[in-house]
């Protein structure tokens, strides 16, 4: 039997008698030491295996790409074993936040009425409504770091201390808003335009934004080798802080939006890093409508053992460091969606995976869906990369949040 959160025709092999992925107690301690080797299976048809078998194919091949780019750019600079020794010196204040399980005491309040500067949109060209206007976002952020040994290093960055955002509204509005946040190196708007289908979500009557996360785009830190580079090279404090400035600018856009702009629902979807850091909202923000995280990364130490060839790398720097994975996740724990209790309730959540993801591999999403108490799941026959059955997914989606009363009915016919 299928269970009813599961709204895909692709379901976890015999999964109903399958025990939650997700340990209880402290998750990076008691999660399987080897859950970055574990498999996800899927009870699948032939044609199905096919077509996940050649879109995974390809998910190895970026992955090889990026493995290579993060673990040369990463490894030397924040990860070798002198700096992880420094990391497990300082995780103390970062590791009693994460037993808390207490959100607010890492992720902190912004203040209300930071005022965002708007100018009209000149880079949006396959999509700009007769009906609607497109804006460019932008306001300093106030964000400070959490751990008081990232101040300086981290707040030398000026660029990244001006947050962006684009924004579709209609001329007559405010109208209900569906933010989407782009995954890691890729905030380019035209792909998230499609990855997304803003123009589609747009039409069935919602206003859409693109938030841009930190060091990405115009964000990026100077003589950075790609965007994103700073979102992990700075080592685990640097990736922790970049979680919370992340939530922290997300939730000033939220609060203009809401406070200033007059838009009553507000909901965050969001695709790889992205699927991650809308994860980690629906922790600690409980304004929003609904979060949606798309091929989610979950646990992200895990995932970086299981890249290659970042992962042999890092397994030499643990060895070298006399750490185990557990102590890698101990380092992010605070960071991380699994640590903290959804404020959104299950029926305002819902996940979307690639049963074929071999750079966010299924079982991210899985332990995620078990975390969120097996809120709705849609599984589709592809990969990170290669969306197959889109189509299924975003009518999925789109009849999700007409059963919060985000859409109008008949919006997912």
Not at 162 to 168: D, G, I
Not at 377 to 383: K, L, N, R, V
Request: charged share 20%; net charge positive.
């Amino acid at each position: 039997m299928v269970d009813s959160s599961v709204v895909s025709r692709i379901v976890h092999e015999s999964y109903e008698r399958s025990a939650p992925l997700m340990p209880t107690g402290r998750w990076w301690e008691q999660l399987d030491r080897d859950f970055s080797r574990r498999p996800e299976a899927f009870d699948l048809a032939r044609a199905d295996r096919l077509q996940i078998a050649a879109a995974a194919g390809f998910d190895h091949i970026v992955r090889a790409i990026f493995g290579t780019m993060v673990g040369a750019t990463a490894i030397p600079f924040g990860f070798n074993p002198i700096e992880l020794r420094r990391s497990m010196r300082s995780v103390g204040l970062y590791a009693d936040m994460a037993e808390s399980r207490d959100p607010t005491r890492f992720f902190r309040e912004p203040p209300s009425g930071v005022r965002v500067r708007t100018k009209r949109g000149r880079w949006f060209p396959r999509f700009e409504p007769e009906d609607g206007i497109c804006e460019v976002l932008r306001f300093d952020s106030p964000f400070q770091p959490v751990h008081p040994d990232q101040h300086k290093p981290y707040l030398r960055h000026d660029e990244n201390r001006v947050a962006y955002a684009r924004l579709v509204r209609h001329r007559k509005g405010p109208r209900p808003t569906i933010v989407a946040i782009h995954g890691f190196t890729a905030e380019g708007y035209l792909i998230n335009e499609w990855f997304f289908a803003l123009p589609w979500f747009y039409r069935m009557g919602c206003d859409i934004a693109l938030f841009t996360l930190p060091f990405h785009g115009p964000r990026q830190t100077r003589f950075s080798p790609f965007s994103g580079h700073g979102f992990f090279a700075g080592g685990s404090s640097r990736f922790n802080e970049a979680v919370a400035q992340s939530v922290f600018d997300f939730r000033i856009l939220l609060d203009w939006l809401q406070r200033q702009q007059g838009v009553e629902q507000v909901g965050v979807t969001g695709l790889s890093l992205g699927g991650f850091i809308s994860a980690m909202l629906a922790s600690v923000e409980d304004k929003l409508a609904f979060a949606l995280p798309n091929v989610p990364i979950i646990t992200v130490a895990d995932l970086v053992l299981e890249w290659q060839p970042i992962g042999a790398l890092m397994r030499a720097a643990l060895a070298a460091s006399g750490l185990s994975p557990a102590d890698a996740r101990r380092l992010v724990a605070v960071s991380c969606p699994l640590t903290y209790p959804p404020v959104l309730p299950p029926e305002r959540l819902m996940i979307v995976g690639g049963a074929g993801d071999r750079l966010a591999p299924p079982k991210h999403s899985r332990i995620l869906w078990d975390h969120w108490n097996r809120c709705r799941i849609h599984w589709f026959p592809g990969s990170h990369s290669i969306h197959l059955d889109r189509g299924e997914y975003l009518t999925e989606m789109a009849r999700f949040m007409v059963g919060l009363g985000f859409l109008t009915p008949g919006a997912a016919s």
